[in-house]
């Protein structure tokens, strides 16, 4: 048994041999895997039923993936990886900014996509159901993944709050970007490109704090990272 029986993949790429070669892969490791070809057809299918993960391609027939993704965002966070073209920077920051939870240059190897499904689903389900961090007025709720600034709820991405949580956690502490991607995205600098660090404090800030460009709780060290004044 590898963990992952009874878990869906959704694969949405218009190329039959990307559908094919993907969902073979997954389901040597016990996924069960929808494939389709076009983003209409997937819009239809999360009306119906929401996957465990999406892989999404970015470039698709009828509807385009970003497309796709802000429909996902609207009515679920679950995780989606994006397959990007290599060197379209500006669909992988996009995609982040509108709430990937990691993606994949094409081409790319079937055995390192599978590892980041599993990566992305363990940080899924992890949880710290004793943890509550105050810090004046900011509030991180761990068992209810929730996060609360000035009396008022943030809406944070499962990655954004995963982020925050860890650098609260370890408070004045400096990270490295390489150091966040190891342990918040479970993945090397090697196959994730640090941008993906910086984006995702960007928008941490833009949704925590007063003034995004002065920021009272993610600091910049400059030349080495970020961490977090409590």
Known sequence: MSGYEGMTVMVVDDEPMVREVVTNYLERD?????????????????????????????????????????????????????????????????????????????????????????SVLRRAVLRDDDARLEYGDLVIDAAKREVNVRGVAADLTRREFELLLFLANSPRQVFTRAQLLEHVWDSSSDWQDPATVTVHVRRLRQKLENDPHNPRWIATVWGVGYRFEP
């Open 30 to 118: 016990g996924f069960t895997v929808e494939g389709i070809s076009d983003g209409h057809e997937a819009l239809q299918r999360l009306e119906q039923a929401i996957p465990d993960l999406v892989v999404l391609d970015v470039m698709l027939p009828a509807v385009d993936g970003l497309s796709v993704l802000r429909s996902i965002r609207q009515r679920s966070d679950v995780p989606v990886i994006l397959l990007t073209a290599r060197g379209e920077e500006s669909d992988r920051v996009l995609g982040l900014e509108l709430g990937a939870d990691d993606y994949v240059p094409k081409p790319f190897s079937p055995r390192e996509l599978t590892a980041r499904v599993r």
